[in-house]
């Protein structure tokens, strides 16, 4: 559904400071820590609103996204509004807090403390009455979810646990499918399926309903176990999940004077011991943090966030990452709540928050940020990038050269150029390398072609051959056989044959087109496919002399500008 938001791309742009920021899309993490990408949709893209709560898939895969100004329906490409007004069945004028799947085709919808039902097809909305006691609480503390059963639970802080009654059509606290401890509230519920056990979150604590006994398990009550884990002895208890490691993540407040905090705890129920912990202190940080959700994707990653906190929980180092920056990037999250975090059905993750709705597309979670610092009048171009059989990241620019980075992008303190004062050789337009381990050449201005050695970072040959005709070489691509093929601002098709030493005189021009070639590939068959600038898209033999196919607009079988970008 999303596929065309999902382009992997290098984004370059200029800032009032003369910096520019590349992205690269690398397949590394730097000591488990890894660089998210976030992109961001706000009212400028369509939303109507910048406060987003909640966002629901449904089984066609259309993103329905719940805002302060009612519900939209996200496509992968433009944002669809509905009528919500409260009149001839329409959902009340005010912000939707939460949509779920009421399993009948329909979403449950809570807006404050306002329940209904919502037909995504006729666009038509039921109103829920609820139980009395429960239309008293404030919106902040009100919560509906569900378990694996079908039935949708509703609670707050102060009031009585309730249900969707189907022959009612109300939430009701008559009929529970699970027991709470006596004079408890729940703050939040949590369904472990397979054990069939529900997890109470109070202010008194932490409590477990078993299905199968009917028993409650908490302080001082239970029955048929010794001693009292130390979990049981926490209060204000908010929020609980069981990962896929079956492993414990218990979120409670210490109101304690002083020590005031937000606590998440990660502990093995199996020894009930603390795995590890992290805490947001009210009295000693900066920004008020408060951790609110936890999310674990189908990869496993565990995320936790709230107000000022979005961490990303590595497993390995037992080491949590805040991606809530002080020094944000233009691709940094920059909000003050998450709402809710959720993972598509193509594995973008999608972070609900009140600056808009943020997005880490698939392929796009391992990204890293450079900045080239340049002065005022100094502009620095990307035309070509390159990663090397040995895992180096060559970096080809206009008039700066070739950069060079690690395979973490630290940058390497070498001088690709010492010798060289001909200022053409570091106007790069293309680089490759020849084959695995191979040499790196480097396409130039004026038909110049610079040789590097990648181990010793040498030059090893200088050329500029006649066949290139003094235009630069915008594109070199190797093929299967080692052999070197060359396209031209001028449109010449140029070969060098493995087989031949390096040097002017070995290049011979296969074919010339009237258009600067701006792409050029070989596919697994060997044809190559040349992408030009105005004469449309050609597809040749392996010799580069016979053309099989030739798609342009005036054969009416592809627009002219696709032919200068296109992948094999």
Known sequence: MFSEKRILYFYIKKMKTCCFILLFFIAFSVQGQIPYLFNRLSSSDGLNSNKINHIFQDRKGFLWIGTENGIQRFDGRKFINFRSDGLDNSMPPIGVDQILDAGNGNFWIRQGTEIGQYDPVSFNYIKTPIYPGIQHTSNTDLWMSSDSKGNIFLYTRWTELTCYDKETNSFTNKNLPLKIPEGWSVNFLFENANEKKYYICSDNGLAIYDEVTQELQYKDHNPGISGTPDWQNLKFVYNFYIDSQNTWWVFYYDSSQGSEAFNVLHIDPKTDTLIDSTSAKIMENKKY???????????????????????????????????????????????????????????????????????????????????????????????????????????????????????????????????????????????????????????????????????????????????????????????????????????QLVKWNKNDNISNQNFQIVNEFQASVFSLKVDSAGRIWVGTNKMGLFVMDSTGTKELFHFSEEHNNVPVYLATAFMI
């Open 289 to 491: 943090q408060q951790y609110l959700w936890i999310f674990e994707t189908t990869d496993n990653q565990i995320w936790i966030g709230g107000v000022n906190s979005l961490l990303s929980y590595d497993r390995k180092n037992h080491s949590f990452t805040q991606n809530i920056k002080l020094n944000k990037s233009e691709f940094d999250i920059n909000c003050r709540e998450i709402k809710q975090m959720f993972e598509d059905k193509e594995k973008s993750l999608w972070f609900c928050t009140d600056n808009g709705l943020y997005v880490i597309g698939k392929g796009q979670e391992n990204a890293y940020n450079y900045v080239f610092e340049n002065d005022p009048n100094d502009e620095i171009l990307i035309n070509s990038i390159l990663q090397t059989e040995e895992k180096e990241n060559w970096i080809g620019t206009w008039g700066k050269g070739i950069l060079v980075f690690d395979s973490y992008f630290v940058k390497k303190n070498v001088d690709l150029y010492k010798g060289l004062s001909e200022k053409e050789l570091k106007m790069v337009w293309s680089l490759c390398q020849q084959e695995p381990g191979g040499l790196i050449w480097s396409g130039c201005h004026y038909g110049h072609i610079v040789v590097f050695d990648p181990l010793t970072k040498k030059v090893v040959h200088k050329l500029n051959p006649p066949a290139m005709k003094g235009a630069s070489v915008r594109q070199i691509v190797a093929d299967k056989n080692g052999n070197l093929w060359f396209g031209t601002q001028n449109g």
